[in-house]
């Protein structure tokens, strides 16, 4: 590698003569969630190898062997359900990490819920690595409310006045307080982390493209961001409030959605952002009484950044909450609401399952008549299932209202995986028949 390497000093970038000028720095992000990690997550992957050239090393496979070395640190026994290699992923990205000649970058959200004793193992286990932590954070009267809606977009049922589930602190608990209570997270971290190398980036309400974030992220570690590839920012996938409490209803009737796995895919890869639910995107905020809790301990939070040394980058004032007038409460939903998102869901549910079917049966083989496989107007017979109806109630009823043209489903990543992936197997399928048959 080269024989200068970025620093920080004082806050701005600089070049020191070389690496053994100060001791090689482990870059920790910790979240908070919901406060543009996955994008900063996005930029750091994709320029992987820009990075490793410019002395900063990325370790792990791929960013999933992060997400396990947060379960690996926080000694959370859900790791060992998870797939894949899970015997020891964070003691692995450490093995990487010493290995290198320079400073490294780990980021995940759920290094937060650590306590005290496991950060102290994390400062152990990277000897004589000068660790330094990389803190996102907004409005807690704001995060609170989103931490909600990706609890039921991962299939929690809770109202939001009851999230999180538990009032004490749990470190493998990565959705309670402890995951996003920034003063808590604050004073964990600092006891045993120097509070100057705990560098909290305020992320501000309307603060502009998430390519900004990068560059203020990328300025902590002493590297110019635009030397980067910056992705555009992916659409927001928030819900909207008649949509997020419409899931948290049907996630009470979900059966067999128990592992973190079929719970990200199907609940919150599908339903909450596979266009399928309705994208209104409302607004909304807590009861007065959850919004007072999330004031006090973002107020909190503001005080101990205020007086505790830490290298604060940005306006603290954006971490007071804002003003909610005009905001409705989940409560406030009618049935009227929740009946008309609902039959928009079913709706499209209708057109996933017959493309989704025209692809199988066409991958098997079958005689679907003449027509394309997807589109609106294909000339494609009736299914088993339809053909049985129709005779059985003696008449034949129309399958075209509920398909979308097949250009209105690119915007759902997991549909076009499903069918990529089907549409290789059907090409494997005709070969191997091909070749049996020769």
Known sequence: MSDTAPAV?????????????????????????????????????????????NGVLLPGRHRRRHLLASLDVREDPKLQRRPGDVSHPWQDLVEEILEWDGDAEVSHEFFAAASTPQVQRIVDNLQDRELHVVVT???????????WQEDVKNGGTLPVDD?????????TDEWGWGSFDLADILERWSAVVPPERIHVLVVAPGSGAPAELWLRFAEVMGL?????????APVNTSLGLVEVELLRRVNAKLEGFSSAMARGRW????????????????KFRAGDAKRSDLQRRGERAVQLLRAGGYDVRGDLEALLPPVADGLRHPDEVSAEELLDSATTAIARLLRDVRTLTRERDELMGR??????VTGDSDGQAPSTTTSATASSTGHQGS???????????????????????????????????????T
């Open 9 to 53: 000093s004082g806050g701005e970038a600089t070049t020191v003569s070389s690496r053994w000028d100060r001791p090689a720095r482990v870059f920790l992000h910790i979240g908070l969630p919901k406060t543009g990690t996955t994008y900063v997550q996005r930029v750091l992957w994709e320029n992987k190898a820009r990075l490793r050239d």
């Open 137 to 147: 954070a907004r409005a807690m009267t704001e995060l609170g409310v989103s931490r």
């Open 163 to 171: 999230y999180p589930a538990r009032e004490d602190y749990d470190p």
């Open 224 to 232: 110019d961001g635009d030397d980067y590839e910056i992705p555009e």
């Open 267 to 282: 609940i919150r890869g599908y339903l909450a952002e596979g266009d399928i639910l309705p994208s209104r995107r409302e």
């Open 367 to 372: 005689d679907l008549g003449p027509g394309p």
């Open 399 to 437: 399958t075209q209202a509920s398909a979308a043209p097949a250009e209105q489903l690119e915007g759902a990543p997991l549909r076009t995986k499903v069918r990529r992936r089907l549409r290789r197997l059907r090409d494997r399928f005709r070969t191997e028949q091909s070749g049996a048959t």
